[in-house]
């Protein structure tokens, strides 16, 4: 458990972490806060719990991606079946266009051992960016911080 806490923290780069498979006691441990309130990463990666909460699962998972974790934890070999195959998706696609694989770890867990990958130093995608301004320039903003249609000129 000490190799991943280090890794998290390591590779983290000031942003969230996203347990996809892996233990829950991540979080504190590497004082991340959950991103959802999906914690149980079996909420998210195990079919026979797609949408069994208030929140659609997809949609839940491509909302906490678009927050650009920066550490993603996901189970070498998936150790729920019937996987997500959405999510999983969804998931592999992130890790494959933003992050490096930084370290391979055993973990045990309930009578088991799982090797897990952890992900960091993923990057950000300019059309995430918060602090950014939009291209769009069909709208502008009002003095209040509203959004309002532009008054095409005349």
Not at 9 to 16: I, L, T, V, Y
Not at 18 to 37: A, E, W
Not at 83 to 96: F, G, K
Request: aromatic content about 6%.
């Amino acid at each position: 458990m000490a190799s991943m806490v280090r890794s998290v923290k390591e590779h983290d780069q000031g942003r969230g972490l996203l347990i996809y498979d892996g233990p829950v006691s991540l979080y504190p441990l590497t004082g991340h806060r959950p991103m959802s309130p999906l914690v149980d990463p079996m909420h998210i990666n195990y079919a026979i719990e797609e949408n069994v909460s208030h929140l659609n699962t997809a949609a839940e998972v491509k909302r906490m991606l678009a927050l650009n974790p920066g550490v993603v934890t996901m189970a070498v070999i998936p150790r729920n079946n019937p996987v997500n195959l959405t999510t999983l998706s969804m998931v592999q696609r992130y890790v494959a266009e933003r992050c490096k694989l930084v370290n391979v770890v055993w973990s045990s867990e309930m009578y088991r051992a799982d090797e897990f990958a952890i992900y960091g130093d993923c990057t950000v995608r300019a059309s995430f960016r918060r602090s950014e301004p939009s291209a769009d320039t069909s709208h502008s903003r009002d003095p209040k911080g509203s959004d309002r249609a532009a008054t095409p000129p005349r």
